[in-house]
């Protein structure tokens, strides 16, 4: 069975703790859960997980609070009838076991109360009844099992909108489009030529975010352009993605696309509410111009670890651009154009790069940047173009070769921002010394 990394997406900053409404708690309320199980209160959490149990351990009463119940990564096959009687159960966690079969009644008392159930990494062939029963279920993650069957009576169908679905060699769940509140939805594992063209018909209305993580996509399913609503798209371990049309997808505000096989940047051309975008491990070296959308409002840029030897054109197209990061590249140099109309940049991250030579002039138009990072290049020194930034306050140049000498950086001795300059990194190659400590403390005092 394969077991799929946790990838944080920089988009979905969704707090699910948040959807679990806090419960005033007694401190004086003993841990239901006998030892190893041990519990955090306030908190009301009982946290059974890796502590080798074969089995559900005996819960005593829990009192009036609501309990967070976490027996994942252990090696239960089946949890018992009334496993849970004497608690009131919130959200369940039994991932990461051998379990393929829940009793009926194992949360007898607790089936209008849990909103959130993770069962990822078992051995399930069917969605239990104990489940299909929850009714205001509204996260429930059920990748990486052999199969899961889904009933025709799914008691949250109206409720949950939290769904993680998929496993090497599944079809697409029968039933699925039962579940009309989804919102957030992420398919792992099944394949891309396995989604029915109206997969996510019934979803298009609500469905706010989708991730597609190891599909083995050598394009985008079709199916995915009924989603005019989508906001968060992330495409992910789909090595063998080589074309990207999401011409559909125009209520978009945020891409992610990690370990592909694209060469080009995507059309983003209709993505008119685009705010930013984030594309690493991927092979890309080109961004057409028409692939940009007419007065784009793109914020946030990222392109690390792609195959970039200078800094796009097209994003003149994007005066908007606050956040520019171009780490791993193979980009060499910085010319006085390349970012002439980025007027609002406040970031940019250049590190790893194979950068040689940055223009005198090429920050001359970046009037607001606070920080850049220029980390592991191949510059001789700290550049000079920081000298037309009086609004600098954090210089990264870790691992660069710098000579730290009156000759070499006197220069900064008239920068405008040597006043307020306050942080950042790198080493002097000739005294060992730091960086910023020189341009602090002896810079001042070089001779004009």
């Not at 063209?197 to 019934?202: G, L, R, S």
């Not at 394009?219 to 999401?246: G, K, R, W, Y």
């Not at 784009?296 to 990061?325: C, G, M, W, Y």
């Not at 223009?359 to 020194?381: C, E, H």
Request: overall charge negative; glycine content about 4%; aromatic content about 6%.
């Amino acid at each position: 069975m394969a077991v799929y990394k946790t990838t944080q997406v920089v988009f979905i900053i969704t707090t699910l703790v948040g959807l679990i409404t806090p419960i005033a708690v007694d401190p004086g309320q003993p841990c239901p859960a006998p030892p190893p199980c041990t519990c955090r209160i306030p908190g009301s959490m009982i946290d059974c997980s890796g502590k080798g149990l074969s089995h559900v351990p005996g819960i005593s009463n829990g009192g009036q609070q609501r309990w967070t119940v976490d027996i994942s990564y252990n090696q239960l096959t089946t949890i018992p009838k009334r496993a849970f009687e004497n608690i009131t159960v919130v959200s369940l966690n039994m991932s990461h076991n051998k379990i393929s079969t829940l009793s009926m009644d194992c949360l007898v008392g607790s089936n209008d109360v849990v909103t959130s159930v993770h069962m990822e990494s078992n051995q399930f062939w069917y969605l239990p009844n104990a489940i299909d029963d929850l009714t205001n279920l509204e996260i429930l993650t059920m990748q990486d099992n052999p199969f899961i069957i889904l009933g025709t009576s799914m008691s949250f169908a109206s409720t949950l909108r939290y769904l993680t679905i998929g496993s090497e060699n599944s079809p697409w769940p029968k039933y699925i489009d039962q579940l009309n509140a989804i919102t957030h939805l992420t398919v792992v594992g099944l394949t891309c030529y396995s989604l029915p063209f109206d997969a996510f018909f019934n979803m298009a209305g609500t469905m706010k975010s989708l991730v597609l993580q190891n599909n083995e996509c050598n394009d985008m399913p079709d199916s995915v352009q009924v989603l005019t609503n989508l906001e968060h798209l992330a495409v992910i371990d789909n090595h063998l993605l080589t074309s990207f049309d999401i011409h559909n997808l125009t209520s978009l505000t945020s891409l992610v696309i990690e370990n592909s096989s694209l060469s080009t940047m995507p059309n983003i051309s209709k993505c008119t509410h685009l705010l930013s975008i984030y594309v690493t491990d991927s092979p890309i070296k080109s961004w057409e111009l028409d692939t940009i959308p007419p007065e784009s409002k793109l914020r946030n840029i990222t392109l690390d670890r792609t195959d970039f030897d200078h800094i796009p054109t097209a994003l003149r197209q994007i005066p908007l651009v606050e956040n520019l990061l171009m780490k791993n590249t193979n980009v060499s140099n910085i010319e006085d154009s390349d970012l002439s109309t980025l007027f609002l940049l406040r970031n940019l991250d250049l590190s790893n790069a194979s950068l040689e030579g940055i223009a005198v002039t090429a920050f001359k138009q970046n009037t607001m940047l606070y920080s850049i990072s220029l980390d592991n290049t191949n510059l001789a020194g700290v550049p000079r173009a920081i000298g037309e930034v009086d609004s600098l306050y954090v210089l990264n140049m870790l691992g660069d070769s710098i000579e730290c000498t009156c000759k070499e950086l006197g220069w900064m001795r008239l920068w405008g921002a040597l006043e307020h300059f306050v942080t950042g990194s790198g080493t002097c190659q000739n005294t060992g010394m730091d960086l910023m400590t020189y341009i602090r403390e002896y810079v001042p005092k070089c001779a004009t």
